[in-house]
C-alpha cells in the first residue's frame, strides 16, 4: 500500500479547537510533507470547517500513518485515536508531554515533542511555518442603542447584514468600543487609547457617528452605515466631512458594501488623510467657533419656546459636502 498520512490535532476534534498556532503548526507540516512528495490528507472539525475532510468521515484502512500535530497530548480523544487507526504508524509532532506515561502519550510509536519532562524544549512549528500573506486590519465599530430614533430605528438588522457580511471577507477584524471605563480593562479609560487603537486600523467598519469622525480623524478610512431609516447624524457628518463611503440602511446590500470596501482599502486611504489635513488645518470648521458669541448675546428666546437653531455656514472652499 503506497504510504498515506493522515494529519490530524486539536484541530480535528468537533469539540475542540482551531487557534491560529495551531493551524500554523499544521501548516508547516504541511510543507514538509510536499516537499518530500508524501500525500496526506487533513482531518478537520466540522465545527470549524463544515465542507472539509472530517474526523468521523475518515476511512482509516486508507492511511499507513496518522500524525498528531500541535497542543498537548492527554485525554480521551486522543486515545481514540489510538484505538481507531490501531493498524498505523502514530506519530505525534511539535506536541506537549504533560506525563510520559499517559495512555495517550504511549500510544504513540514515536513522540517528537516540543517540550516534556528532562528533554530539551523545541521551538513550536507555528514559528517556521510558511509566511501567511497580509490581511487589512478593520477595526468595527457598532451601536445598539440610540432608541431617541423610535420607530425609526434600524439598528439590529444593519449590524446583522454588516457583520454577516464582514464574516465572509479576508479580513483581520477587531470589534471596538468608543465608550470609556476606567475600571473595565477591556475598555480604553481615555480618547487617546482610542485614537491610537484606530490609528492602527487600515478600516473602520461603522452605524456609528464617531466611528466615522474618530477615523478620519485618524486619517483611516471609514465604512459607514447610517442605521436609522431615512438618515440621520451619521449622514449629516459624513455629508459636513465630505466623506462619500457611506450607505443608508434603506439602500443595505452587499454590492454596495464591497464597492465601498474596495475603494475605501484603496482610494479612501488618500481621501481619509486629507480629510484628516483639513480637520488640522481648519480647526475652527465646527459650531465652537459661534459659541463665543453665543454667550455674549442676549437669549430673548430662553423660556418662550424653542432656541434659534444656527443652520451653519457655508462650505470651505475646496471641501466637497
Same mark, same amino acid.
Given at each position: 500500500m503506497r504510504e498515506r498520512v493522515l494529519l490530524t490535532g486539536w484541530f480535528?476534534?468537533?469539540?475542540g479547537e482551531a487557534t491560529a498556532g495551531d493551524v500554523l503548526a499544521l501548516r508547516r507540516v504541511e510543507d514538509v510533507l510536499r516537499q518530500e512528495g508524501i500525500d496526506y490528507d487533513v482531518a478537520w472539525s466540522a465545527g470549524f470547517r463544515p465542507s472539509a475532510l472530517h474526523l468521523d468521515d475518515v476511512r482509516p484502512l486508507a492511511y499507513t500513518h496518522l500524525v498528531f500535530v500541535c497542543g498537548p497530548l492527554h485525554g480521551s480523544q486522543v486515545k481514540e485515536l489510538h484505538r481507531r487507526f490501531a493498524h498505523c504508524v502514530r506519530i505525534a509532532v511539535g506536541t506537549s508531554v504533560l506525563d510520559v506515561q499517559d495512555p495517550a502519550v504511549t500510544g504513540f510509536h514515536r513522540v517528537l515533542p516540543r517540550d516534556a519532562p528532562a528533554a530539551e524544549p523545541e521551538p513550536d512549528l507555528a514559528a517556521h511555518a510558511p509566511a501567511e500573506p497580509a490581511t487589512p486590519v478593520v477595526g468595527v465599530i457598532l451601536t445598539h442603542g440610540q432608541h431617541e430614533y423610535g420607530a425609526r430605528r434600524r439598528h439590529g438588522e444593519a449590524a446583522e447584514e454588516l457583520t454577516r457580511w464582514l464574516k465572509e471577507k479576508d479580513c483581520a477584524r477587531l470589534e471596538l468600543e468608543t465608550r470609556?471605563?476606567?475600571?473595565?480593562?477591556?475598555?480604553?479609560?481615555?480618547p487617546g487609547q482610542v485614537q491610537s487603537v484606530l490609528a492602527r486600523m487600515d478600516l473602520v467598519v461603522t452605524d456609528r457617528l464617531h466611528g466615522l469622525v474618530l477615523a478620519l480623524r485618524g486619517g483611516v478610512p471609514a465604512l459607514a452605515v447610517d442605521p436609522v431609516a431615512g438618515g440621520a447624524k451619521l449622514t449629516a457628518q459624513a455629508d459636513a466631512c465630505g466623506w462619500p463611503? @457611506?450607505?443608508?440602511? !434603506?439602500?443595505? *446590500?452587499?454590492?454596495? %458594501?464591497?464597492?465601498?470596501?474596495?475603494?475605501? /482599502?484603496?482610494?479612501?486611504?488618500?481621501?481619509?488623510?486629507?480629510?484628516?489635513?483639513?480637520? @488640522?488645518?481648519?480647526? !475652527?470648521?465646527? *459650531?465652537?467657533?459661534? %459659541?463665543?458669541?453665543?454667550?455674549?448675546?442676549? /437669549?430673548?428666546?430662553?423660556?418662550?419656546?424653542?432656541?434659534?437653531?444656527?443652520r451653519g455656514t457655508a462650505p470651505s472652499p475646496g471641501r466637497t459636502r
Open positions: 480535528s476534534f468537533l469539540d470609556l471605563d476606567s475600571r473595565d480593562w477591556r475598555l480604553c479609560a481615555t463611503a @457611506l450607505v443608508p440602511v !434603506d439602500r443595505l *446590500s452587499t454590492r454596495r %458594501l464591497d464597492h465601498w470596501w474596495q475603494w475605501c /482599502l484603496t482610494s479612501g486611504r488618500v481621501a481619509a488623510r486629507q480629510v484628516r489635513r483639513e480637520f @488640522l488645518e481648519e480647526p !475652527d470648521a465646527d *459650531s465652537a467657533a459661534g %459659541l463665543v458669541a453665543a454667550l455674549s448675546e442676549p /437669549l430673548e428666546t430662553v423660556g418662550t419656546g424653542s432656541p434659534p437653531v444656527d
